[in-house]
C-alpha cells in the first residue's frame, strides 16, 4: 500500500524553517501502517503545484495522501484549493471531527480549512501545518481513516 506526506510550506521548501510536522506525521503512518511504502515531500504554498503533486500520487494508486498545512487563512495558504481541484468526493466529516478534537485543546483550530475528499480511490485529507495540530489531527482520526481507505478501495462494506 502506497501512502503519502505532503509538507506544504513556503518557509520550509526555502530552507528557512526545518519540517518537523511531515516527519511526525509520517511516523504515525508507520507505525499505523508498518509494511506500507511511505513517500513524502516539502512544496511552496504553490496551488498549481499542489493540484498536479496531489494528481500524481492519486494516480500513482496512492491509498492515503495527508497534506500538512497551507490550510489557515494567509493569503498563501491554498491547499483546500488545490485538493478541491483534483478530488471527486468530499468526505467532510473527517475535517469536522479534527476540527471539533482540536478546538477542546485550542480554540483556533476551528480557523483551519482543511478538507478532506477522495480523488478515485486516494483519499486525500489537509491537515493543520504545526506539529501538534497535524499529529493531534491525524491522531483523532485514524480509525476513520484505516476504514475509509478499505472502503474507498471496494473493500468491506461498513461495520
Known sequence: MLLAV????DRCAQGLMQDTAGPAVAC???EAWPQAEIRTALLPDDEDAIAAHLRELAESGAALVLTVGGTGLSPRDR??????RIIDREAPGLAEAMRAVGAQRNPYAWLSRGIAGLAG????????????????SLESILKLLRHGIEVAAGGQGHP
Open 79 to 84: 491547499t483546500p484549493e488545490a485538493t478541491r
Open 121 to 136: 480511490s486516494t483519499l486525500i485529507v489537509n491537515l493543520p501545518g504545526s506539529e501538534r495540530g497535524a499529529r493531534e
Open 6 to 9: 505532503l509538507t506544504i510550506s
Open 28 to 30: 504515525l503512518l508507520r
